[in-house]
């Protein structure tokens, strides 16, 4: 394949196959149209819009007034549509197939979440509107609060963490505060092996030191390993639950007064909350602080579609640190809290410029309110329910890491895969051919050549049926011998297999005209 200078591949569309090449003499293949990037098509000296010159005109501008072209693509409006929509159709998003990316949680956004976050009373508000006139905005905040509070079994939470991460930065602060109140400062969190990164990564950023847990070989944490880590120099320990490995740590009781009993803080990774919803409550099981992301588990857009939220619940060790600003009852309605009460004030202080996400915040109160209790419970069911399915159709063929039943998603590893030739990598590019965004791969590493297939509860018995017929196939063509199959995958994506070491390490954000000049 020919590529440009900056290394895009510039015959995106030759479809090839063993038996099959085709290069079309436009670049575009059936009704897949080729797209090259919005520079090489627009032209500097044309202009979308057709504005006279105005007669007499004199700007006040003096030295600031621009001597040169602004450098933009100039397009007719059914080129930028085109463009757009072109573009568009080459991404694949869940409203396309089957998503079943493991511990992303890609589920359905029902559009009446939507259509609520865009009502002009929560869309079009500003957060330095005098807080009088958002007094509805505020109540939606209170109430958003209430149920989360309710189905977590927590008395406290931070709306205004923008994103998991942030939430756990949110979480470890607090715990931090925590601790220095009580005049106790530790220095080492626990994470377990199987810890998605954002956790250790969380924990070193906030100035502590890392310990790892070792698992079992249930995929739990091995909680005799917990115990004889836990000393009092250490401040907390993070546990995924449902852990990364899809499965229930069904210790954590234990693990929970294991920790208190050593005077450290349990944090909790809530973003799998999407498989227990109204079955189990973080409060019940001895959390201290959770995360929850509105973008997995109380619908809201996720990835590019975003932003992201990720509210904190907290227990009654860390209520009183929870960040400002937060929504209070005053005798003149609601209003925030955004200042410390001097020095002694036990919140850790602020952390976000505004208050956090509103639209996220409208979306995940109007499916919470849509769904109910019963349908919120349901939801998690069907979840749970759908990654069984998977996983039973599959595990005669495919290796399950753990026996037993999953929660949410479901754990293979590359063993199935020996002696074939073919790795998890090529397994995955494979599935981009038969029309899926691939699983998870590699994570969590505590088995090798992972595989996480999270289905959701939003899939049909109809699409499960699709995709788990296409992973059979793929299964038996790797074992078959059909390497070529694999090895060359994907072969009709627009796009082949790129550099992804390159293009995370050394990504090529800009168009220059001198590169373009240069190739
Ligand atoms: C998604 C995820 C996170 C991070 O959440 P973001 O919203 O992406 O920052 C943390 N832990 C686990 C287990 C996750 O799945």
């Given at each position: 394949m020919s590529m440009n200078s900056e290394g895009r591949p510039t015959t995106p569309n030759a479809v090839t196959t063993d038996e099959h090449k085709y290069e079309s003499f436009s670049g575009h293949v059936g009704l897949r149209l080729a797209e090259p990037l919005i520079f090489e098509i627009g032209s500097k000296d044309r202009t979308g819009v057709d504005v006279e010159e105005v007669e007499g005109f004199v700007s006040n501008l003096g030295a600031l007034e621009r001597t040169g072209g602004t450098g933009c693509p100039g397009l007719a409006e059914p080129d930028v549509v085109r463009h757009y929509t072109r573009l568009s159709r080459r991404n694949y998003g869940i409203d396309m197939g089957v998503f079943p990316l493991g511990s992303c949680t890609m589920k359905h956004n029902p559009r009446l979440n939507e259509k609520m976050a865009r009502l002009p009373g929560f869309g079009d508000i500003h957060p330095l509107q005098p807080q009088s006139t958002v007094q509805g905005a505020l109540?939606?905040?209170?109430?958003?609060?209430?149920?989360?509070?309710?189905?977590?079994?927590?008395?406290?939470?931070?709306?205004?963490?923008?994103?998991?991460?942030?939430?756990?930065?949110?979480?470890?602060?607090?715990?931090?505060?925590?601790?220095?109140?009580?005049?106790?400062?530790?220095?080492?969190?626990?994470?377990?092996?199987?810890?998605?990164?954002?956790?250790?990564?969380?924990?070193?950023f906030c100035g502590y030191k890392?310990?790892?847990?070792?698992?079992?070989?249930?995929?739990?944490?091995?909680?005799?390993?917990?115990k004889a880590a836990l000393d009092d120099t250490v401040a907390a320990v993070m546990v995924t639950n449902p852990n990364t490995c899809g499965?229930?740590?069904?210790?954590?009781?234990?693990?929970?007064?294991?920790?208190?009993?050593?005077?450290?803080?349990?944090?909790?990774?809530?973003?799998?909350?999407?498989?227990?919803?109204?079955?189990?409550?973080?409060?019940?099981?001895?959390?201290?602080?959770m995360?929850?992301?509105?973008?997995?588990?109380?619908?809201?857009?996720?990835?590019?579609?975003?932003?992201?939220?990720?509210?904190?619940?907290?227990?009654?060790?860390?209520?009183?640190?929870?960040?400002?600003?937060?929504?209070?009852?005053?005798?003149?309605?609601?209003?925030?809290?955004?200042?410390?009460?001097?020095?002694?004030?036990?919140?850790?202080?602020?952390?976000?410029?505004?208050?956090?996400?509103?639209?996220?915040?409208?979306?995940?109160?109007?499916?919470?309110?849509?769904?109910g209790v019963d349908g919120c419970r349901q939801a998690s069911e069907d979840a749970v329910l759908n990654a069984n399915y998977i996983k039973a159709c599959l595990d005669d063929l495919m290796t399950v890491s753990f026996e037993g039943p999953c929660m949410h998603e479901v754990l293979f590893d590359d063993e199935f895969l020996k002696g074939t030739g073919v790795t998890t990598l090529d397994f995955a590019k494979a599935m981009i051919d038969e029309g899926y965004h691939p699983m998870t791969m590699y994570f969590p590493l505590v088995v090798h050549g992972a595989m996480l297939v999270e289905p959701t509860e939003s899939e049909s018995k109809y699409n499960l049926d699709q995709f788990i017929r296409s992973m059979r196939g793929l299964a038996t063509a790797a074992k078959a011998g059909e390497t070529n199959r694999f090895i060359g995958a994907p072969y009709f994506a627009p796009w082949k297999r790129l550099d992804e070491t390159q293009a995370a390490r050394n990504p090529v954000l800009r168009w220059s005209p001198e590169a373009e000049a240069a190739e």
């Open positions: 109540g939606l905040m209170e109430e958003l609060s209430h149920w989360l509070m309710e189905l977590t079994g927590m008395p406290a939470v931070a709306l205004s963490p923008k994103a998991g991460a942030h939430g756990e930065l949110c979480g470890i602060m607090a715990i931090r505060k925590a601790l220095e109140a009580r005049g106790d400062a530790r220095e080492v969190i626990l994470c377990p092996e199987s810890a998605h990164g954002t956790n250790p990564a969380t924990a070193a890392v310990k790892s847990i070792p698992g079992k070989a249930n995929g739990r944490v091995d909680i005799e390993a917990l499965l229930f740590e069904d210790e954590v009781r234990e693990i929970a007064d294991a920790i208190h009993a050593a005077g450290a803080l349990f944090y909790c990774d809530g973003a799998n909350f999407n498989a227990i919803v109204g079955k189990a409550r973080p409060g019940d099981l001895g959390v201290d602080a995360h929850i992301n509105l973008h997995k588990t109380f619908s809201t857009p996720h990835g590019g579609g975003g932003p992201g939220s990720g509210p904190v619940v907290f227990s009654d060790r860390l209520k009183d640190h929870v960040p400002l600003p937060y929504v209070v009852k005053t005798a003149d309605g609601l209003s925030f809290k955004e200042h410390l009460d001097g020095d002694n004030d036990p919140s850790f202080g602020r952390l976000v410029a505004f208050h956090g996400q509103m639209g996220m915040y409208v979306r995940a109160l109007s499916y919470m309110l849509s769904h």
